[in-house]
């Protein structure tokens, strides 16, 4: 099982719908969860982190963490083209060494006029 | 604002040659990685190094030496280099140990032929 899983996708959503990406995790003791996003050819940039149970709101974006059932998901609300990109979940947990920050593959999202 | 520096951008070495790939950052990081990311894999740990002077193997260490010049520099090198290793590569930095989010550099796309 891989400590950090998204599905592939394509996700294709409608200008203005909500995108509703998602992402579960294996290592229970995991503190800090993040979104990246990644577009094609450029470096990934992280739009959300969360820490605790429950949403955290930022403008169109919001991002929900479950530590029971280890998943935490990103929603973007009135999606617009340029939103059309790779989000990366990633989860960070302590490995004894230090930090370790763990990626899933990412889930491609297309905004459709 | 330079935030996380890599250089090169891009590189072509022949097999079995070696290079480094260079990493600073302006922020006052304590913790640097280094990662690779090829299509359908996702981003991967390759080094890390938690806090100057320390250096950890991530999950994808074979081929790879880091060094932790100083708090701002984190090298990659390869020493043979093999086609397998033809991948974009990552460099990121964390202010600290403990569940901080990462900050990336633009990229390094190398090409083994």
């Known amino acids: 099982q891989k400590e950090v899983e998204q599905n592939s996708g394509p996700l294709s959503v409608p200008e203005g719908a909500i995108a509703s990406l998602n992402c579960t995790y294996s290592?229970?003791?995991?503190?800090?969860f993040f979104w990246y996003r990644q577009y094609s050819g450029k470096s990934p940039e992280l739009i959300m982190s969360?820490?605790?149970?429950g949403d955290k709101e930022d403008g169109r974006f919001t991002a929900q963490l479950n530590k029971a059932s280890q998943y935490v998901s990103l929603l973007i609300r009135d999606s617009q083209p340029s939103d059309s990109a790779t989000y990366l979940c990633?989860?960070?947990?302590?490995?004894?060494?230090?930090?370790?920050?763990?990626f899933g593959t990412g889930t491609q999202l297309k905004v459709e006029l | 604002n330079a935030g996380v520096t890599q250089t090169p951008k891009f590189q072509v070495l022949k097999t079995g040659q070696s290079m480094t790939l260079q990493c600073a950052q302006d922020?006052?990081?304590?913790?640097m990685y280094w990662y690779r990311q090829d299509p359908g894999m996702g981003l991967r740990l390759i080094y890390y190094?938690?806090?100057?002077?320390?250096?950890d193997k991530g999950e994808v260490p074979n081929g790879y030496n880091v060094s932790r010049l100083n708090k701002r520099e984190f090298s990659l090198r390869l020493e043979s280099a093999a086609p397998s290793q033809t991948s974009v590569y990552f460099c990121?930095?964390?202010?600290?140990?403990?569940?901080?989010?990462?900050?990336f550099g633009q990229g390094t796309r190398l090409t083994v032929v």
């Open positions: 990121a930095s964390s202010p600290g140990q403990w569940g901080t989010e990462a900050f």
């Open positions: 290592d229970r003791v995991s503190q800090s």
């Open positions: 969360i820490y605790s149970n």
């Open positions: 990633a989860v960070n947990g302590f490995t004894g060494g230090g930090n370790k920050l763990t």
């Open positions: 922020m006052n990081h304590n913790s």
């Open positions: 190094s938690a806090s100057e002077g320390t250096t």
